[in-house]
């Protein structure tokens, strides 16, 4: 198993390219399905485990694949199967996103429920409703999803989400365009990944209006060609990189990634003290001598996005004040705090929130992932942390982080994979 081990105090200075966007890359995977012959050549999509874990449920289903370079070729003419099994399921909630375009092309899907997740329950009751709508029989049984289109075909519907929901919202979309008619989305998410998703989806010839607006009204067509694409620079890579150049007391820039998409991040930066500047493609931050202590409170885009939530919580230890991190999409993620008080922080969890007690001194120690962003956050703690941090489970942070610690070595960090055994 892998550890990523950190020699804080380094300041990080310099530039560096983002990675493509891992959220909108797993939904662009999934809606190439959608086209019944010739082959999409995806470029920008990140070298992760969650994205060998899509491409292994789509070679399942009898996808041909081929990666390299950050380009990924999916020729989905001779799909097989439409069984996403519980093994594939179980390593990636993501998995569901099979659900709208299997059904949408073959009128019949059998997805394994996902299970749970580190940070508390992640239905998918938005998603079969979703479903159900366009007119999907749905049953569950022996965990399983089973769906099938009477007649083999959807039918264009209204659906209004109660929640704003990204996943949900995406696998609407990859069903309602090649169904029967016109189908509206309100309340639907808005995300940049959405946005992607629409332009991908576009490209292949389907009938969206809306796209960046929380209503979308797709006009079902006939069929869908597969194109070439350019996948968007992952924001919130980009925000935890700035966060570790805000943590250390430095300055860099990121290369890529549209200031637009971080707009409510980059004003808590503002808030929290540092200098920030952008071009159309690329985001400067210089740190303040001293952090100002800043409260966020996530919700669906474009406030602050949970995805970061983790990451500001680990920057505002360091800030002068107390700080209030709230999260309203997941209540429970919070697994990042206990981790973060054995490296010398003091916060205290308060139902959805987070109060941090800050300007306080960490001190390296080991510490454990428990997911993505969470194991993010510990990176951070440990570039300011003196001594020696050890972060363990590292596979936490490659599911959603392309050579993480390349980047931050090159802006000037002490930081190193090496492998460990767990006691059994
Ligand atoms: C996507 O997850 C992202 N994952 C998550 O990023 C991100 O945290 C989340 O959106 C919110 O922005 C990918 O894009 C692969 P949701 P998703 O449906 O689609 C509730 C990361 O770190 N809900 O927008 O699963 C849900 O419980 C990951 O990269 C229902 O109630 O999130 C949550 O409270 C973690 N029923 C809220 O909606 C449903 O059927 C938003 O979830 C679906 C969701």
Redesign the pocket.
């Known amino acids: 198993m892998d550890k990523l081990v950190i020699k804080g105090g380094k300041r990080l200075t310099g530039t560096v390219t983002a990675s493509g966007s ?3 890359s ?2 662009v995977i999934a809606a190439t399905l959608l086209s019944s012959e010739g082959c999409c050549t995806l470029h920008r999509i990140p070298d992760l485990q ?1 994205i060998r874990t899509f491409t292994q449920l789509i070679n399942h289903l009898g996808a041909e694949t081929s990666f390299s370079g950050n380009t990924l070729t999916v020729a989905t003419g001779k799909i097989e199967s439409v069984l996403a099994p519980y093994e594939l399921v179980k390593k ?3 998995s ?2 099979v659900l709208g375009p299997l059904l949408a092309r073959f009128g019949e899907a059998r997805v394994s429920l996902p299970g749970g ?1 580190a ?11 979703a479903m159900e709508k366009l007119g999907a029989e749905i049953s569950i049984e022996t965990g399983f999803i089973t769906a099938k289109a009477p007649g083999g075909k959807l039918k264009g519907a209204h659906i209004d989400f109660p ?8 696998n609407a979309m990859m069903a309602a365009v090649l169904a029967e008619g016109t189908t509206t989305l309100t309340n639907a ?1 808005a ?1 940049p ?1 959405i946005v992607t998703l629409c332009r991908f989806l576009s490209a292949m010839g389907a009938n969206i209006t809306g796209t960046g607006s929380t209503e979308l009204v797709i006009e079902g067509v006939e069929s869908l060609a597969a194109v070439e694409f350019t996948n968007v620079f992952d924001r ?1 890579e980009a925000g935890t990189l700035l966060a570790a150049a805000a943590i250390t007391g430095g300055e860099i820039t990121i290369e890529g990634v549209e200031a637009d998409q971080l707009k409510s991040v980059l004003k808590k930066f503002v808030h929290a003290g540092c200098n920030v500047s952008h071009t159309e493609d690329s985001i400067t931050l210089i740190s303040p001598d001293k952090l100002a202590a800043t409260d966020v409170t996530a919700k ?2 474009p406030s602050f ?3 970061m939530q983790a990451q500001w919580t680990a920057l505002m230890t360091q800030a002068e004040g107390t700080s209030r991190i709230t999260d309203k ?3 429970e ?1 919070f697994n990042h705090i206990p981790e973060l008080n054995r490296l010398g922080a003091h916060i205290e969890i308060r139902k959805n929130q987070a109060v941090v007690h800050g300007t306080r001194k960490l001190s390296g120690t080991k510490v454990m992932s428990t ?3 969470a194991s993010a956050c510990l990176v951070l703690a440990g570039l300011v942390a003196e001594g020696v941090t050890e972060v363990l489970r590292v596979y936490h942070l490659d ?2 982080y392309e050579k993480i610690e390349t980047k931050l070595a090159a802006l000037g960090a002490d930081i190193t994979r090496e492998q460990y055994k767990e006691f059994s």
């Open positions: 891992k959220n909108s797993l939904p969650d990636m909630r993501a569901i996103y997740c940070f508390g329950p992640r239905p998918i009751d938005l998603h079969l409703m929640i704003s929901s990204v996943g949900a919202t995406g998410a995300e990944e919130i669906p885009y996005p949970t995805d999409v997941y209540h993620r997911d993505l962003r599911r959603g």
